[in-house]
C-alpha cells in the first residue's frame, strides 16, 4: 500500500484543494463566441458555425450508467457522456452538465447532496463531485493520468477509484478531507472498477491479466488481495457491485452476451445487460439493459421510464470541391522526408512517384529518377556520395536501393520477404538501419544490412509501430521512437526514444526526452542523433526542439525550442551545425548556432494529368447507381476525363474514338470508392494498382503521415502513380497521448493552431479528430476545418453532432473510454445514437469489422484471386486465410447491421470504408450491408453515389458531365452483390486498364 501526503498531491499529481469546473475555462482555452441556450439544462457553447440545433427527445440510450441515491429517490445516469438526475419513477430527466464534459459513472455521496463522476474535460480522466442540481462542480484530481470509475465510500470519507498513476490500473483512494491518495493494489494484473462494502471496510473490483478475470477484494485501508469469483475462460466479469447484506452482483461477458449475476446467478435472462455497475437500493438492483433504466426486486423487473432531450446539428458551410479540370500548374506540397546533404549543400526528397535533389539554397529540383514505381525515405551516406532509398522499381514490393550519385545508377541492396522503409546509413557508412514493415499500420522490426555484402541481421523483432532509425555517433546504438503505453488497458502512450544496441547484444532501454511529455510523431517527428553525437534533434509541441545528449541517448538537459512554426522531419548536416525541416508547405534550416532561420525556396509544379482521347465503351449492361434498373446495350462516350454521352448501342457512336471497349458480356458501373482506407508506402505502387484491379477508383485516406497521403494525391493526380484519386489528410489528432505512428500528440492548444496551419497549407481533404481530442479541442478543429471547407472525421457521436462533426468513422472501435458510445453489447444500437446520425444527416462508415470472413465463407473461390499477388504474404493471409478476429468481435457484427439499417432508415449517410489497405474488403463491407437488409442497389451506392456526396466528389454515378471512374464486371450487382469482385477492367480519371494490364504493371524492370 501507497500512501501519497497532501503536499505530494499539491506537488503536481492532485488538487488538494478543488479546481472549481466552469464554463470560462472552455472558453478561454478553446474560442468561441454567445452561450447558446436550446435544450434544458447548463448552457452550452454553440456549435461554432452558428447554426441552430435541432432538439429532440430519447427513451432509451446507449452504453450509459445508472446510480440510485442511498434515500432510493433518486436516479443520475450519464447518457452520451452527460450527467442527467430524475425522480427514481421515472419521468423527464434533468441535464446536469453541459454538453463537453464526457462525464461518466456517477456515484452518490451517502447523503445525496453530491455526485461524484470521471470527466475528460481538459484532455484527462479526472474525478469530479458536484451537487445533486449540477451546481458547484469541484475537480478533485488532476495531471496526466487518467483516474476512472468512482465509487463513493458509504460513511462519506473517501471515494475509490481505478487510476493508471501507479504504471497500470490499480485500485486508489482519496481522502475528501485532506486529498492524500492511497494505493491499494499494485501489479501486472489490470484492476478496474472498484465498489465499497456497506460498511466501508471492504472494497470490490474487477481485474484481468493474461486474459483472466476476476472479482477480487481488498481492504479499504489496505491488505492482501482476495478473489471472490474467477471467470471461466473466455468470459469477463466486470463492474461489481455490493448489496447490503454482502450479496455481490456483478456483469459477465461472454459468447452469448452480455448479463448481470447475483452471487454466481444469472438473474437477466435475455436482457442485454450494460457492462457498469449496478447499485442497490435496499434489496433492489437498478441497471441499464436494452437500452433501458431497470430496476429488479428479487424476479420482478420494472422498467423505468424516462425522457432526456439530446440536440444535433446538420453544419452549414461552403464546401470545397476539388478541381478535375484545371491543367494549370499546382504547387508540389507532397514533399516527402527531405533530407540534408551531409556537406549541407544539397536536400534528396521524394515527390510525385519520384527521387529529386536540389541545391540547399532553393530553385528547380532535379528528378533522379522517373518512373511509374514508388519511392520513399532518401537517406545520405556519411560521404554525400550515395543516397538509401525505398522503391519497388526491381517489380514486386518495395526493397532497398541505392543510388551513386556520380554514376548515375543505382543497384538493388535487399530482397527479403519484408518491405523496408526509413533507411539510416552507420557513421562508418558499412550499414544501414532500417525498419522491415510486416503487418498493418507500420509494424515492422528493425533490421541493419551490411552495404557490401547484403547480409541481413535483424536487431528487434515486430515493433508497434516504430519510427525512423537515427544511429549514435559511435555506431553502438541505434534509436528510433516507440509509443510508451500508460497501461496494458489502453494502448496510447507517449512517444518516447527506444535505444537498441547495434550489435545485437544487451537489451534495448528507453530514453525519455522530455518525461511526461511525448514526441508528436513517429511518423517523422525523431529523433535525430546530431553527427557530433551531442545533441538530438525531435519535434514536440509542433516545433522542431534540439536536447544535449550522452553517448547512450541519455538527455543532459531539457529540450529547447529553435522554431515557432509548425515543424517536421528534422535531418542534421554533417557538422551538426544545421537543421533541415518542414514548416507547413515550406523547407527551412536553422543554424543550432544562432538560430537563424532561412527558407530554402523551391520552383516545383506539376499538372493535371488528363488524357487527350476519345473513348467509347459498348457495356452489355449499365448500373447507374441513379436509378435502380439496369440498362441493357450502352454505348458510354468518354472524351478527356469525364463522360459526355451514355446511347442506346449504335456503331455510328464510335466514330472518332481514339479506343472503342467491347464489353458486351460485362456490366458497368461507377467506380467504387473506399470512403476510408490507409495508405501504407511499404506497399508501394502495388497498393493503387491493386485498388484500381478491384474497381476501386477513389480512395479517402482519413489519417496519414503529414507529407504522405499529399505525396500519394499528387502523384495520382498527375499521372505518375497509376492508381485512384486519393482523398487524405495528415495525422490523427491525438491529445498528449498516441498510439498511431500516423497520429500526433497535441500537447495543447497552442501545438493545435500550429496542426490547423499545417492543414491549411497542405490543403488537406478532410481533418479527422481522434479518440483523446477533448470536446472543446474537436470544436475548434470543426470551426477550422470548415472554414477550410472541408469535413471533419471522429469516432465520436456526441456531442460531436452537436458541434457539427461531419463523418463518423466505424460502428465500434476503438474509443478513449474502454466502450463504444455508438454501440452497446453485441453491436446493438439504441434510440439516442440512431436519432444522433438520423437528425444530423451525418456520414457513418461502418467498417464492419470481419465482414471478409463471411463474404469469403459464401464465395470460399475468391481466396484463389490472382490480384492478390499484388499484396505481401502478411496481406494475402487475411484474405486466403480470413482475418483473426476474437469471437467478442464477430458476435458484434447482426447488432450492428441491425443498428446500419436503422440509422440509414433516420436519415444518417452510410459510405463504405473498410479501414485496411486490402482491396476485396470493400466488396466484402458492401456485401455485409445486404447481409443485413440493404438492397443490393442500396448496398452499391454506398461505395458509389452516396460516398461520392459525402465527399463532394464528381464521380460515382454514370452520368453525362460525371468524371470517367468506371469498372467494367460480370454479372449485375443489382441481383448479385458479389459482381462487384469480378472486375475486368476500370477506367479511371478516363485511362482504362484491363485486370490483366495492371498485374502486368507490378512487374515493372528498371
Do not use: C
Not at 446536469?96 to 461524484?116: E, K, M
Not at 458536484?130 to 493520468?145: F, I, N, V
Not at 479499504?220 to 447490503?244: F, H, I, M, Q
Request: aromatic share 8%; charged share 20%.
Amino acid at each position: 500500500m501507497t500512501k501519497m501526503t497532501g503536499r505530494d498531491v499539491k506537488s503536481g499529481k492532485i488538487a488538494k484543494k478543488h479546481r472549481v469546473g466552469t464554463m470560462a475555462l472552455g472558453v478561454a482555452l478553446w474560442g468561441a463566441g454567445a452561450i447558446a441556450a436550446p435544450a434544458p439544462g447548463p448552457a452550452n457553447l454553440p456549435p461554432p458555425g452558428g447554426e441552430v440545433p435541432q432538439a429532440f427527445d430519447v427513451h432509451a440510450g446507449t452504453s450509459y450508467a445508472v446510480a440510485v441515491s442511498p434515500d432510493g429517490q433518486w436516479l443520475a445516469f450519464d447518457l452520451q457522456g452527460s450527467l442527467w438526475v430524475m425522480p427514481a419513477k421515472g419521468g423527464e430527466a434533468k441535464r446536469i452538465s453541459d454538453y463537453f464534459n464526457d462525464a461518466h459513472l456517477p456515484t452518490w455521496s451517502p447523503d445525496g447532496s453530491r455526485i461524484a463522476y470521471y470527466a475528460f474535460r481538459d484532455g484527462n480522466y479526472d474525478l469530479w463531485t458536484a451537487k445533486a442540481d449540477g451546481s458547484e462542480a469541484r475537480q478533485l484530481t488532476q495531471g496526466t493520468y487518467d483516474d476512472r470509475e468512482p465509487s463513493w465510500s458509504p460513511d462519506g470519507k473517501s471515494i475509490a477509484f481505478a487510476s493508471e498513476r501507479g504504471g497500470g490500473y490499480d485500485i486508489w483512494t482519496i481522502d475528501l478531507a485532506s486529498g492524500a491518495l492511497t494505493q491499494l493494489t499494485k501489479g501486472a494484473r489490470e484492476d478496474r472498477a472498484p465498489a465499497w462494502s456497506a460498511d466501508s471496510a471492504t472494497i470490490v473490483f474487477s481485474g484481468s491479466e493474461g486474459g483472466k478475470s476476476a472479482i477480487y477484494a481488498v481492504p479499504a485501508k489496505g491488505g492482501e488481495v482476495t478473489t471472490l469469483r474467477a471467470a471461466p475462460a473466455g468470459v469477463r466479469y466486470d463492474s461489481p457491485s455490493l448489496g447490503g447484506k454482502g450479496q455481490l452482483a456483478y456483469v459477465v461477458a461472454d459468447t452469448s452476451g452480455s448479463h448481470l449475476e447475483v452471487d454466481g446467478q444469472s438473474v437477466s435472462g435475455k436482457e442485454n445487460v450494460f457492462p457498469f455497475r449496478a447499485t442497490w437500493a435496499g434489496g433492489d438492483l437498478f441497471y441499464i439493459s436494452d437500452g433501458l433504466i431497470r430496476r429488479r426486486s428479487g424476479t420482478k423487473l420494472a422498467t423505468i421510464p424516462f425522457t432526456a432531450r439530446l440536440e444535433a446539428t446538420r453544419p452549414v458551410y461552403a464546401r470545397a470541391k476539388r478541381d478535375f479540370t484545371s491543367t494549370a500548374p499546382r504547387p508540389v506540397l507532397g514533399i516527402q522526408h527531405p533530407a540534408l546533404s551531409p556537406d549541407g549543400q544539397n536536400i534528396a526528397f521524394v515527390a510525385l512517384g519520384d527521387l529529386y535533389l536540389v541545391s540547399s539554397k532553393g530553385g528547380k529540383p532535379q528528378a533522379l529518377t522517373h518512373d511509374e514505381a514508388l519511392e520513399a525515405d532518401a537517406a545520405w551516406s556519411p560521404d554525400g556520395k550515395f543516397l538509401a532509398y525505398t522503391s519497388d522499381k526491381g517489380g514486386g514490393l518495395p526493397q532497398l536501393w541505392l543510388r551513386d550519385l556520380a554514376k548515375g545508377t543505382d543497384r538493388q541492396l535487399t530482397s527479403g520477404p519484408n518491405q523496408p522503409l526509413g533507411a539510416a546509413w552507420s557513421p562508418d557508412g558499412t550499414r544501414i538501419a532500417f525498419l522491415d514493415t510486416d503487418g498493418r499500420w507500420g509494424v515492422a522490426g528493425l533490421q541493419v544490412v551490411d552495404v557490401a555484402s547484403g547480409a541481413v541481421t535483424r536487431l528487434q523483432p515486430s515493433l508497434p509501430q516504430p519510427g525512423k532509425p537515427t544511429w549514435s555517433p559511435d555506431g553502438r546504438y541505434v534509436a528510433l521512437a516507440l509509443s510508451k503505453p500508460y497501461s496494458s488497458s489502453f494502448r496510447e502512450g507517449n512517444n518516447q526514444i527506444w535505444v537498441v544496441p547495434s550489435d545485437g547484444k544487451g537489451a534495448p532501454f528507453w530514453r525519455d526526452a522530455d518525461a511526461g511529455a511525448s514526441l508528436d510523431t513517429r511518423g517523422g517527428g525523431g529523433p535525430a542523433w546530431s553527427p557530433d553525437g551531442k545533441k538530438m534533434a525531435a519535434i514536440q509541441d509542433g516545433v522542431l526542439k534540439i536536447w544535449p545528449v550522452g553517448p547512450d541517448a541519455s538527455p543532459l538537459g531539457p529540450p529547447r525550442a529553435y522554431t515557432s512554426e509548425i515543424s517536421h522531419y528534422p535531418t542534421w548536416s554533417g557538422d551538426s551545425q544545421s537543421v533541415l525541416y518542414q514548416a507547413a508547405d515550406k523547407l527551412k534550416i536553422v543554424s543550432v548556432e544562432t538560430g537563424a532561420i532561412r527558407d530554402v525556396p523551391l520552383d516545383f509544379t506539376y499538372k493535371l494529368d488528363i488524357p487527350a482521347t476519345r473513348l467509347v465503351i459498348h457495356a452489355g449492361a449499365v448500373v447507374d447507381a441513379v436509378q435502380d434498373t439496369t440498362q441493357a446495350d450502352k454505348d458510354i462516350v468518354i472524351e478527356g476525363n469525364r463522360i459526355t454521352a451514355i446511347l442506346p448501342h449504335d456503331v455510328k457512336n464510335y466514330a472518332g474514338a481514339s479506343k472503342v471497349i467491347e464489353a458486351t458480356g460485362l456490366t458497368a458501373i461507377p467506380g467504387l470508392i473506399d470512403h476510408h482506407a490507409h495508405a501504407q508506402k511499404d506497399f508501394g505502387a502495388n497498393l493503387h494498382l491493386a485498388w484500381l484491379s478491384y474497381g476501386i477508383t477513389t480512395v479517402r485516406d482519413p489519417g496519414n503521415q503529414p507529407y504522405d497521403g499529399v505525396e500519394d494525391r499528387e502523384a495520382a493526380e498527375a499521372g505518375v502513380r497509376i492508381g485512384p484519386r486519393i482523398y487524405t489528410t495528415g495525422p490523427l489528432l491525438e491529445w498528449q497521448r498516441v498510439f498511431y505512428r500516423m497520429g500526433v500528440a497535441v500537447s495543447g492548444p497552442a501545438h493545435l493552431e500550429r496542426e490547423l496551419d499545417r492543414a491549411r497549407a497542405l490543403k488537406y481533404d478532410l481533418v479527422k479528430s481522434y479518440v483523446r481530442m477533448p470536446d472543446f479541442g474537436q470544436r475548434r478543429i470543426v470551426q477550422a476545418a470548415h472554414a477550410m471547407g472541408v469535413p471533419v472525421a471522429t469516432h465520436e457521436i456526441f456531442p460531436a453532432g452537436y458541434t457539427g462533426v461531419d463523418n463518423t468513422e466505424h460502428l465500434g472501435a476503438t474509443s478513449r473510454r474502454g466502450f463504444s458510445p455508438k454501440q452497446g453489447p453485441q453491436g446493438r444500437v439504441y434510440q439516442d445514437v440512431i436519432e444522433l446520425f438520423g437528425r444530423s444527416g451525418r456520414t457513418l462508415t461502418p467498417t464492419n469489422f470481419g465482414a471478409i470472413n463471411t463474404f469469403l465463407s459464401k464465395h470460399p473461390d475468391f481466396r484463389k484471386d490472382p490480384r492478390l499477388s499484388f499484396y505481401p504474404a502478411w496481406a494475402q493471409k487475411t484474405v486466403t486465410e480470413g482475418e483473426a478476429l476474437p469471437p467478442a468481435m464477430l458476435n458484434l457484427q447482426a447488432g450492428q447491421l441491425a443498428g446500419l439499417r436503422a440509422m440509414k432508415a433516420a436519415g444518417a449517410v452510410i459510405a463504405a470504408g473498410t479501414d485496411t489497405m486490402i482491396a476485396p474488403n470493400l466488396q466484402a463491407e458492401i456485401s455485409s450491408y445486404v447481409d443485413g437488409g440493404f438492397t443490393p442497389f442500396q448496398a452499391l451506392q454506398t461505395a458509389t453515389a452516396d460516398a461520392a456526396k459525402a465527399l463532394n466528389l464528381e464521380a460515382g454515378t454514370l452520368e453525362v458531365g460525371k468524371l470517367a471512374d468506371i469498372a467494367l464486371v460480370e454479372g449485375d450487382p443489382r441481383k448479385d452483390i458479389a459482381a462487384t469482385f469480378r472486375v475486368r477492367q476500370v477506367i479511371t480519371n478516363g485511362r482504362p486498364f484491363t485486370v490483366e494490364e495492371l498485374l502486368a504493371k507490378a512487374k515493372r524492370k528498371p
